[in-house]
């Protein structure tokens, strides 16, 4: 059978790869695009580790197939800090301890910055709800919302929360 | 040496950010699935679809002609070995059960259980070929649940296993593999002194420790037998002594690499996937990569035990604790190794008892092998004590936190498992407790509190580190335990402390097991604690050559250099006037003072300290719909000295989280043919940030004398009390006791039912 041919953004940068018909687009970021900080908890849609902002909204890339890639914009994990520069919530998230592990970290930073993309002055209920689809064996999410209030807080300008040293 | 006053630290106790953050913030860390080698093979398991049956044949033919299926392997891969205990990972294990759990021998013994293996060119062609593998099965009666496997008539799962424990030695197999007691005192005795007795029954489901990183590694085997293995575990070196043993392989051709490691929990203490991947590697003689699908961690790895758990109190009217019995049985899973041990010893520890009889009995049962979750058995035995402490208390009409006032566990008691404590700090969290403005806060209707307390050992064990001072005055750390959650930032601040530098200067690498002495695991709660005084310890040999070569460069003796805040001093007037000499100058002269400046020190850990904590915790019944929401959780616990307090907290808060999943909604569903029926997050449902409240952690710091900055172990202990603290805030919202996990919809509304009857005729 022979592969198809999808040509899309990725990232900020054109990406052309070949795939399977069947192949996910985490399968297709990372074996075939070696983008491998998206990652796979569950493979059902079930944990949000494989989060990706496509077109403007977070999905989940296990629930996608490659080839729908096709003339969209794709953002993983390795496309949210702006060369070294942090986005804020990844910065927030080293300040406010908010990994443990560090695996559900990728999709949550994902999602987290969808959704300020969207809000910027979430509440904590709003960021619980929006993040609830992204789960943490780790946490308790206690830190995880902290951090992302915090970078919310810095995006609108605010001083932020400090982190007691 | 010790740095127990607080005061004078200067990098102990603050929250900097862990040298491995920025890589798991853009996605660059290296987890289990993230590698890969040139030529490698994509491996996948086949698992039995039955809980319990006799394997007559095994044809792979069919799978093998399929193109791209370079190997396939069955136990006849594997060397039989002979029944043997292990003292590798945490908890009891014989390796030749863990080599019939990696791959079954003769019988499976429950749904998911790994038959055979196959490594192809892609994962789709493996997934092909795996299915293609034809196993002709006997199907044999089965057992699920435990007290059903404990039973005369059950289906025995192993002839050979004959119930430990009991004089004479039975005659018959049995499904139970052990029974063990504990006594102080004498109950008998006690039970006639109480005034007031008390007898319960609780049970608790196994729930799986659910890290969100599916097992998977990477290895190698070359044609001279030299192997290569790149896995999420958590220890390197116990993934080489197992395979070595189930491989028959000598250690020292073994290279195990850490990757990060994406949640344990204890649940990756042992192995799965790198004996069957080195020997389909072998045999294909190429690379083979195994990455779990989450429906494959479901039915094949963990889970946590549960149980049954008896309890009885005796007390005088005043509230002291005269006798207290427990029984537990704890399902072990298909092969003996329950943490019942613990679950004993956990149940009434927090309590100065004068008349104490515990048994345990370790269960098989047609279940995946139990592997240890967050305090091993001690969440079982301690919902049973601690909801019944609760109950003892309603009918005392004493306040629940003062009936354990009266009991608390001191410093000089004898706990009823044997240790007299010394150095706790289980008051210390009452009091916390007691003060905390939680306590006072208003319930509303359908709201309640409960508090609950918890005991954890925590390990100390063996340990190496190195710490090698670099020709630009920065140093390195090396040490060998897989960072779950933040120990590199401990290892480089407790290094930092000791050498008076900056932490940013010190860097901590987890090293494979070829480039590091060896660690024991990371588990028990030990790292931070028997790791941690391996460090100090060698920054402390580091700094005593330091002062050596200052004296060398002064021409002075080294009893005449101080060490203050990374530089060397002339110790006093008598010992000369100089300018005091950087750790960064002396190591820029180190080549002409006596060559590079490192020490290693390899230890067995003693004196870790006990762990104690009190939660409090408020929930709010939805009488509709019977679902428990958590309101407010405070989680006070005796951390010894926090190193890094933020990850202290995340310890905390993870272990609560946890806990509140195991109380309120995990268990696994079996159908009538013993199949698991929810293998997936969807069914199986974990804690989501919209199902909690913040948890405050609240860190009480006793510290313990025995480590050099005061440290207790702390994962562990978080997720002890919280089963028993919903329940005890349920009972006080609805007044109805909740005693089997777990407490979800259903039974709550069954429970509302029956206090309810017009509204249930209604309906
Ligand atoms: S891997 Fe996609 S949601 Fe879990
Ligand atoms: S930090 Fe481990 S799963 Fe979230």
Redesign the pocket.
């Known amino acids: 059978m022979s592969k198809h041919h999808v040509t899309t953004n990725i990232n900020g940068e054109p990406v052309e790869f070949l795939c399977e018909a069947q192949q996910t687009m ?1 399968d297709v970021l990372r074996d075939e695009l070696h983008l491998t900080g998206s ?13 990706v902002i496509l077109d403007g909204k977070v999905v ?4 996608m197939l490659g080839v729908e890639a096709e003339g969209r914009k794709v953002i993983t994990i390795e496309g949210i800090a702006q060369g070294d520069k942090l986005h804020p919530v990844q910065q927030k998230f080293l300040e406010h301890a908010a990994l443990q592990c560090g695996f559900c970290t990728p ?1 949550l930073i994902v999602a987290a910055k969808a959704l300020l993309d969207e809000n910027l002055n979430p509440t904590e209920e709003e960021t619980r709800y929006w993040l609830a ?1 992204n ?1 943490c064996r780790c946490t308790g999410y206690d830190k995880v919302i902290r951090a992302v209030l915090d970078a919310a807080a810095v995006m609108r300008g605010e001083p932020g929360a400090s982190v007691s040293t | 040496m010790t740095y127990l006053d607080k005061a004078s630290l200067k990098v102990v106790g603050t929250r900097p950010i862990r040298p491995d953050g920025v890589d798991k913030v853009i996605g660059r860390a290296a987890f289990g699935a993230d590698m890969v080698l040139p030529g490698m093979l994509w491996g996948k398991v086949a698992r039995s679809p039955h809980a319990h049956a006799r394997i007559k044949s095994i044809n792979i033919d069919k799978a093998l002609a399929v193109p791209g299926v370079k190997a396939i392997v069955t136990s006849a891969d594997l060397p039989a070995i002979p029944s043997e205990e292990a003292f590798v990972g945490e908890g009891p294990m014989n390796f030749r059960d863990l080599s019939s759990n990696c791959m079954a021998r003769g019988k499976v013994l429950y749904d998911g259980h790994a038959v055979a293996a196959v490594a192809a060119t892609s994962p789709a062609i493996a997934e092909e070929a795996a299915a293609l593998i034809e196993v002709e099965y006997e199907v044999l009666p089965h057992v699920i649940d435990v007290e059903d496997a404990m039973k005369p008539d059950a289906p025995v799962l192993h002839d050979d296993l004959f119930t430990q424990g009991i004089d004479p030695k039975p005659a018959k197999a049995s499904n139970i593999a052990k029974r063990i007691t504990f006594t102080k005192g004498d109950f008998a005795q006690g039970w006639k002194e109480a005034e007031v007795t008390i007898e319960r029954r609780y049970t608790t489901q196994p729930v799986h420790q659910a890290y969100i990183e599916p097992h998977a590694c990477l290895v190698s085997v070359g044609a001279d037998g030299q192997c290569t293995i790149f896995s999420s575990s958590q220890g390197q070196f116990m993934v080489r002594a197992y395979c070595a043993k189930l491989l028959g392989i000598d250690i020292a051709n073994i290279r195990a690499t850490p990757a990060e490691i994406g949640g344990g929990f204890g649940g990756k203490t042992l192995v799965y996937l790198e004996p069957v991947a080195l020997a389909l590697s072998k045999k294909a003689g190429k690379p083979v990569k195994i990455v779990m699908s ?1 429906e494959e961690v479901f039915r094949g790895t963990g889970p946590a035990a549960g149980g049954v758990i008896e309890v009885k109190y005796g007390a005088k009217k005043d509230g002291r604790l005269v006798a207290a019995e427990l029984v537990v049985k704890l399902q072990a899973g298909a092969f003996p190794g329950s943490p019942v041990g613990p679950a004993c010893m956990c149940g009434f520890a927090m309590y100065d008892i004068p008349h104490v009889n515990i048994v345990g009995y370790d269960v098989v049962s047609n279940r995946p092998k139990v592997a240890a979750y967050r305090a091993p058995g001690a969440p079982n035995s301690t919902f049973g004590t601690e909801s019944c402490l609760d109950e003892l208390a309603i009918e005392l009409k004493i306040d629940p936190l003062k009936l354990r006032e009266i009991n608390a566990a001191k410093e000089g008691t004898k706990a009823a498992h044997g240790p007299t404590w010394a150095n706790i700090g289980y008051t210390q969290t009452l009091d916390a407790a007691k003060a905390h403005p939680h306590m006072k806060i208003a319930l509303g209707p359908n709201q309640g509190r409960g508090i609950a307390s918890g005991f954890w050992f925590n390990i100390g064990g063996e340990s190496a580190a190195s710490v090698y001072v670099n020709e630009d005055g920065t140093a390195t750390v090396v040490e060998g335990n897989p960072d779950v959650g933040g120990s590199r930032a401990s290892m480089a601040m407790m290094a930092a402390e000791v050498l008076g530098i900056a932490y940013e200067r010190v860097r901590a690498v987890v090293a494979d097991t070829s480039s590091t002495g060896y660690c024991f695991l990371t588990g028990g709660s030990r790292v931070t604690f028997a790791t941690g005084m391996a460090v100090t310890q060698a920054a402390e040999k580091v700094v005593v050559e330091l002062k050596k070569r200052a004296a060398m460069i002064w021409d002075i003796s080294p009893d005449a250099v101080d060490w203050k805040d990374g530089k060397a001093y002339p110790a006093g007037p008598n010992a000369g006037s100089f300018e005091p000499l950087s750790l960064g100058e002396i190591a820029l002269k180190a080549g002409r003072t006596g060559g590079p400046i490192s020490a290693e020190v390899s230890i067995n850990a003693q004196g870790a300290g006990a762990g104690f904590a009190t939660h409090i915790c408020d929930v709010e019944i939805d009488r509709e719909t019977g679902h428990v929401k958590v309101l407010r959780y405070t989680a006070v616990q005796d951390v010894g000295r926090a190193i890094h307090p933020s990850y202290v907290e995340g310890q905390i808060q993870g272990g609560v989280t946890q806990g509140i999943g195991w109380a309120l909604n995990e268990e696994y569903v079996y159908d009538k043919h013993g199949r698991l029926d929810n293998a997936g ?1 969807l069914d199986y449902r974990i804690p989501v940030a919209s199902d909690m409240p913040m948890i405050e952690a609240v860190m009480v710091e006793v510290p313990n004398p025995r480590h050099p900055f005061g440290a207790r172990g702390v994962g562990e202990v978080p997720i002890v009390p919280p089963m028993a603290a919903v329940a005890n805030a349920i009972a006080d919202a609805i007044g109805t006791r909740m005693r089997d996990l777990p407490m979800s919809p259903p039974k709550l509304r069954a429970a509302l039912d029956l206090q309810d009857p017009p509204r249930l005729a209604a309906e």
């Not at chain 1, 059902?44 to 494989?50: E, H, L, M, T, W």
């Open positions: 985490l990652k796979e908890g569950c493979g059902s849609g079930d944990c949000g580790a494989c989060s989940c890339s296990c629930l999709g689809g789960l | 989450r997050f």
